[in-house]
């Protein structure tokens, strides 16, 4: 049930942009996106459901392509707040016993460099 | 969203030990989750916290190891029994207001066992 996610790792200078990927098998209801700093809890950026559509905030967004089962997230000019490790959580298709269940990928560990 | 508070936030316990972990809500969630995150790894699902029945457990974690309680909308409990160092972990739980709308993550519970 683990999405993939890539990269695993990014490096930036300030004000450059990143894509982070995820990908799975299953069929998705909905695909949420965290990003965890060193030590902290998971901080919830955005949910995506089923339906095929892009979200924006602020310079993050992110689209879901349902059809491939597909979610990325932009990150544009990016900031040194930008930093951390970004998961992707992944929600199959089926409710019931399921409904809601997060699945999530390995993480990619960005790095913004001033 | 609502305001999750994990008690302890850390804890050192002996082998063979168990340690209970409570979440509790500000306000009434019709789901609740509990993850584990084992040191520079992802986000593990453990179970879903079922109010009022028995919690749905994923591959892996069973009842007798992880019992968890969920007596109404607000709180829900997770016990790690039996502890071993492979325990040490983050575990952490999360709540989801409805079908739609984000999950969100307590601050964790930094569990080490000697």
């Known amino acids: 049930q683990q999405p993939v996610q890539s990269p695993q790792a990014v490096i930036l200078r300030e004000g450059e942009d990143a894509v982070i990927n995820c990908s799975s098998s299953?069929?998705?209801?909905?695909v949420h996106w965290y990003r965890q700093k060193h030590g902290e809890a998971p901080v919830f950026l955005m949910i995506?459901?089923?339906?095929?559509e892009q979200k924006g905030h602020d310079k993050i967004s992110a689209s879901f392509n349902e059809k491939k089962q597909q979610s990325s997230l932009y990150l544009t000019a990016s900031q040194l707040s930008y930093s951390g490790t970004y998961f992707c959580?992944?929600?199959?298709?089926?409710?019931?016993?399921?409904?809601?269940?997060?699945?999530f990928g390995r993480g990619t560990q960005l790095t913004v460099w001033p | 969203s609502a305001v999750i508070s994990q008690k302890p936030s850390r804890d050192i316990c002996q082998r063979g030990t168990s340690l209970t972990i409570q979440c509790q809500v500000d306000?009434?969630?019709?789901?609740m989750f509990w993850y584990r995150q084992q040191p520079g790894q992802s986000l593990t699902l453990i179970a879903t916290?079922?109010?009022?029945?028995?919690?749905?457990?994923e591959s892996g974690f069973v009842i007798d190891k992880f019992p968890i309680s969920r007596p109404n909308l607000t709180f829900s409990t997770l016990t790690v029994s039996n502890m071993s160092p492979e325990d040490s972990s983050i575990y952490l739980c999360?709540?989801?207001?409805?079908?739609?709308?984000?999950?969100?993550f307590g601050d964790g519970t930094r569990l080490s066992i000697l």
């Open positions: 306000s009434q969630v019709t789901m």
């Open positions: 299953k069929a998705l209801y909905s």
């Open positions: 995506l459901l089923k339906g095929g």
């Open positions: 999360s709540v989801k207001g409805t079908v739609n709308q984000p999950q969100h």
């Open positions: 916290a079922n109010q009022g029945s028995e919690a749905t457990y």
């Open positions: 959580g992944t929600e199959p298709v089926g409710g019931g016993s399921t409904l809601g269940r997060l699945y």
